[in-house]
């Protein structure tokens, strides 16, 4: 079903064929003490990223050690790149929790690991639309076609705003399949909705998303308010078909306008929200 969809906590694995697209995977691993994941050497470039706990692992015949021991409304990511055609494995003495993303790699490129302090805490938008952003694997590092970004919502805050989508291959625009993994800092009470709307295919979806909801969002604009008083976190993936491998949207223009007030806004000081753990 190559549409918007919102999936609840409980989902399993994503798969192109689960989705109806070409290029994103995702699952998240929940790993009790002294367990091991592993992947088998493949065309897929991976991606992990420590969602709770602290990690060790091997890809080919080298070791990392990465984590977020407070979970990610505690300190800002991480994310270990693990090429095409190279085996790995994960592990956590203490379990934890590791999300990983994968796409069909071209070019076998070389592991590494993105440390937090390798990331800069961003503030981006002003009032109301003011969020975090950390770019974890950016469009200039040594990957293939996977983007990876994190976010963090204040409670009444909005993000992604002005709406905007990733469709098409133009000088402004890149052709990117999209994934939203949703954390809030309250588990059982936290939720906060998202929108996925085209005009011109007559689609608009408006869900509530909680803790532990994912969305599939192959097209359209889209943009994520979190409820007043619960803070939102998302882990977004991103990878398309373009060589360029470049992270460009075309915001809606009947909202754009409001973008152009930034400048004579405050943002709000909420945030940042979370910086990198001391060293």
């Not at 897929?44 to 015949?61: Q, T």
């Not at 805490?121 to 990876?148: F, I, M, P, Y």
């Not at 992604?160 to 989508?165: C, D, M, S, T, V």
């Not at 709000?268 to 753990?277: A, K, L, S, T």
């Amino acid at each position: 079903m190559n549409r918007p969809q919102v999936l609840r906590r409980g989902w399993q694995r994503i798969t192109p064929e689960l989705a109806g697209w070409t290029f994103v995977s995702f699952e998240v691993v929940t790993l009790p003490p002294g367990r091991e994941f592993a992947w088998r050497a493949d065309h897929h470039e991976r991606a992990l990223v420590p969602i709770e706990g602290e990690f060790e692992a091997v890809v080919g015949n080298g070791g990392f050690r990465f984590g977020r021991p407070g979970g990610v409304f505690a300190a800002t990511g991480s994310c270990l790149y693990a090429p095409r055609e190279m085996r790995g494995a994960v592990r956590s003495d203490r379990g934890g929790q590791v999300a990983i993303a994968s796409a069909p790699a071209r070019e076998r490129r070389e592991p590494h690991l993105v440390t937090p302090d390798m990331v800069d805490v961003e503030v981006r938008g002003a009032g109301v639309a003011t969020r975090q952003v950390g770019n974890l694997l950016s469009s200039s590092a040594a990957a293939d076609r996977l983007l990876l970004v994190e976010v963090w919502t204040p409670g009444g805050n909005w993000s992604g705003y002005p709406p905007h989508k990733h469709e098409r291959d133009t000088d402004t625009e890149a052709q990117l399949e999209e994934l939203y993994y949703y954390r809030t800092r309250d588990p059982d009470a936290g939720w906060a909705i998202q929108r996925i709307y085209s005009p011109e295919r007559n689609f608009d979806l408006s869900s509530v998303v909680s803790d532990g909801d994912i969305s599939l969002m192959p097209w359209g604009y889209h943009t994520t308010v979190a409820a007043p008083g619960h803070d939102l976190y998302y882990l977004c993936v991103l990878a398309g078909p373009s060589p360029a491998r470049q992270l460009r949207n075309s915001i809606d223009p009947r909202l754009a306008p409001f973008k152009d007030s930034w400048p004579s806004m405050t943002t709000d000081e909420r945030v940042p929200m979370v910086m990198p753990p001391s060293s």
